[in-house]
T-cell receptor, first 109, second 115 residues
Framework: KNEVEQSPQNLTAQEGEFITINCSYSVGISALHWLQQHPGGGIVSLFMLSSGKKKHGRLIATINIQEKHSSLHITASHPRDSAVYICAVPRFGNEKLTFGTGTRLTIIP | GAGVSQSPSNKVTEKGKDVELRCDPISGHTALYWYRQSLGQGLEFLIYFQGNSAPDKSGLPSDRFSAERTGGSVSTLTIQRTQQEDSAVYLC?????????????FGPGTRLLVL
């Protein structure tokens, strides 16, 4: 079993739909990262959160440390949101990241 | 300001040859990470540098892989006697101090193809 699991692996939705991507982890962590990888391969850090909820524009990330679960939400989705979304966790005592396998999101106009 | 840069952006080499991949972190960032993303696979950690501390090499897949960071800035990842399974995108990231709750800033990656 992977230490970091994401679901779904692939998600296709119509423009404007509300998107939810889930991440579950099995190790103790101090924070969780959400990353976005564009079709060209570049990776951008979206959020780093250790509790509660963070919002940036149309993106919202939540985390429940007790349940070892985080979600990334996109409101009013747009084709430019099409990318691979990756969650990653630094393990306690270690700054290096362990990554989920990613969720490939495609937003259709 | 400039972000993390990597060179070359693409590298094609023959099996058995050595390659060097370069990473220039964001100025002032003391922590530097190398990751690898193989085709169809997720990202995996390779090596981590923080200041003058000994690097964390626990992710290096074999002794053919090595990395150094000169002057606390530029880093070079070297792969000796390349194999076809080394083909991947090699990503470098940096963060300010390497704290567990810091954002890591990623470079564009070097796409390595071993023929």
């Amino acid at each position: 079993k992977n230490e970091v699991e994401q679901s779904p692996q692939n998600l296709t939705a119509q423009e404007g739909e509300f998107i939810t991507i889930n991440c579950s982890y099995s190790v103790g962590i101090s924070a969780l990262h959400w990353l976005q990888q564009h079709p060209g391969g570049g990776i951008v850090s979206l959020f780093m959160l250790s509790s509660g909820k963070k919002k940036h524009g149309r993106l919202i990330a939540t985390i429940n440390i007790q349940e070892k679960h985080s979600s990334l939400h996109i409101t009013a989705s747009h084709p430019r949101d099409s990318a691979v979304y990756i969650c990653a966790v630094p393990r306690f005592g270690n700054e290096k990241l362990t990554f989920g396998t990613g969720t490939r999101l495609t937003i259709i106009p | 300001g400039a972000g993390v840069s990597q060179s070359p952006s693409n590298k094609v080499t023959e099996k058995g040859k050595d390659v060097e991949l370069r990473c220039d972190p964001i100025s002032g960032h003391t922590a530097l990470y190398w990751y690898r993303q193989s085709l169809g696979q997720g990202l995996e950690f390779l090596i981590y540098f923080q200041g003058n501390s000994a690097p964390d090499k626990s992710g290096l897949p074999s002794d053919r892989f090595s990395a150094e960071r000169t002057g606390g800035s530029v880093s070079t990842l070297t792969i000796q006697r390349t194999q076809q399974e080394d083909s991947a995108v090699y990503l470098c990231a940096s963060s300010l101090t390497g704290g567990k709750q810091e954002t890591q800033y990623f470079g564009p990656g070097t796409r390595l193809l071993v023929l």
